[in-house]
């Protein structure tokens, strides 16, 4: 029984997740513990500004290639032409998307800084950003493609050592600088990972191996990787503006500190919601994109699902039990009002966890309009939801639309996933 246990690929993966889990929770700790401290609500919620607009650049340059890349290699793996023809023109086409980039975050980065920060005095932040895009980038890119490679074991050291370094620079900068620090270590930290990530052998063969191969962009490579890239960069723009736009909602009709308060209880659903999120790509995405028959998705799916939910729920439970514990570890007694919203917070993350699982179906199989139209469904429900009611029902408001928009997103996905599937699988689009 244990031998099976052991070698169960899904069992496996969850174990290499783990210690990633473990580690980007441990720095995830540590980071929120000193921003609590040291900037409290009010810090929270700037900081989550910067961040929205980082997470969205960054769907442009780099977290856009993510399911492209793990597809593209994981299929080419085996092909050593192929496999440095893609990394080359994806690290071609990155560094073109970055250099158009660099040009208006540095023209308005006064503007950024107001409508982000509340501070012209920190547009100097955004300048910094876009002479780092290419190293945050590249950064992001090298771990994209160990995943693609499942060479697990380097892919979990390679994560669990960017997850220290988050650790340690956010400790020390927001400790030395405030909150300066804790905007300048979010530029930083990838930075720092690029370099670092030179130090495996493994890494340094594979990337100037694939610089030798730069030729240029090849279009029809462009072609085939943009759906993807298309389909990231939708959706960071709109995760981006809406958890942005919401956040600047609160603070304009509550206060900052209740913003603070909500982009605290984010942090606290980021913690968990880690796993599941790199279980999507480290085990999911690429059974997904490899299956070409309905037989195959549902074996999958329900070998997944089988294992998913009750982990899940177990999981729930006890951080719900343990909420006002979590909140005085992981934050300070100062935001203990966050326990009034975690049902509220873990009811929609279940219900986003099973969504996201069939959803994965749209990155593997390209399903581009279903993928556009549920993310549009989720995203703008939530943003228009939550300024309607947050004026009624206060932050509860913005709890009770994201509940209602990730519902509305499940039932969107899981007819799209069953009524599309006939078209996409049984080798039709092989």
């Given at each position: 029984m244990?031998?099976?246990?052991?070698?169960?690929?899904?069992?496996?993966?969850?174990?290499?997740?783990?210690?990633?889990?473990?580690?980007?929770?441990?720095?995830?700790?540590?980071?929120?513990?000193?921003?609590?401290?040291?900037?409290?609500?009010?810090?929270?919620?700037?900081?989550g500004n910067f961040k929205n607009v980082l997470q969205g650049l960054?769907?442009?340059?780099s977290t856009g290639f993510e399911s492209g890349i793990i597809k593209y290699v994981s299929e080419h793996r085996s092909d050593?032409?192929?496999?440095?023809?893609?990394?080359?023109?994806?690290?071609?086409?990155?560094?073109?998307?970055?250099?158009?980039?660099?040009?208006?975050?540095?023209?308005?980065?006064?503007?950024?800084?107001?409508?982000?920060?509340?501070?012209?005095?920190f547009s100097y932040i955004f300048k910094y950003l876009a002479f780092l895009m290419p190293l945050i980038s590249f950064s992001f890119l090298i771990v994209y493609m160990v995943n693609g490679l499942q060479k697990f074991k380097l892919y979990t050291t390679l994560v669990s050592i960017s997850n220290i370094l988050n650790a340690l620079l956010t400790f020390l900068f927001i400790y030395l600088y405030g909150l300066k620090g804790a905007l300048m270590a979010s530029l930083f930290v990838p930075s720092s990972t690029f370099a670092l990530s030179f130090l495996f052998r493994e890494i340094r063969i594979f990337f100037f191996e694939a610089l030798k191969s730069l030729h240029g962009l090849s279009i029809a490579f462009f072609k085939n990787i943009s759906t993807y890239l298309l389909m990231a960069?939708?959706?960071?723009?709109?995760?981006?503006?809406?958890?942005?736009?919401?956040?600047?909602?609160?603070?304009?009709?509550?206060?900052?500190?209740?913003?603070?308060?909500?982009?605290?209880?984010?942090?606290?659903?980021?913690?968990?919601?880690?796993?599941?999120?790199?279980?999507?790509t480290l085990y999911l995405l690429p059974k997904l994109a490899e299956n070409q028959t309905i037989q195959g998705y549902n074996k999958i799916m329900m070998a997944y699902l089988k294992t998913l939910i009750p982990l899940t729920i177990i999981a729930f439970m006890a951080l719900f039990f343990l909420r006002s514990l979590i909140?005085?570890?992981?934050?300070?007694?100062?935001?203990l009002e966050l326990g009034n919203y975690f049902y509220l917070q873990?009811?929609?993350?279940?219900?986003?966890?099973?969504?996201?699982?069939?959803a994965y179906q749209f990155h593997a199989k390209k399903m581009v309009f279903a993928y556009f139209f549920t993310d549009a469904i989720l995203y703008g429900a939530f943003y228009l939801l939550s300024i309607g009611f947050v004026e009624n029902f206060n932050l509860d408001g913005v709890f009770y639309a994201y509940n209602l928009s990730v519902f509305l997103y499940l039932i969107f996905v899981l007819f799209f996933v069953f009524k599309l599937r006939n078209k996409y699988l049984d080798g039709k689009h092989a």
């Open positions: 244990l031998k099976k246990f052991l070698n169960n690929e899904l069992y496996k993966t969850i174990s290499y997740n783990g210690v990633i889990v473990f580690f980007k929770v441990v720095s995830s700790f540590i980071a929120s513990k000193v921003t609590a401290i040291y900037l409290g609500p009010s810090g929270y919620a700037l900081v960054l769907g442009f340059t050593d032409q192929k496999l440095k023809f893609v990394v080359s023109n994806v690290f071609t086409l990155n560094f073109i998307i970055c250099c158009i980039i660099i040009i208006p975050l540095l023209f308005f980065s006064e503007e950024l800084s107001i409508f982000t920060l509340k501070d012209a005095s960069v939708y959706s960071s723009i709109l995760i981006s503006l809406s958890y942005l736009l919401i956040r600047n909602k609160i603070i304009e009709s509550i206060d900052m500190e209740t913003a603070g308060l909500w982009e605290a209880m984010n942090k606290i659903s980021m913690f968990y919601m880690i796993f599941f999120s790199s279980l999507f909140i005085r570890f992981f934050l300070t007694p100062q935001f873990l009811i929609g993350d279940f219900i986003k966890i099973l969504a996201f699982s069939f």
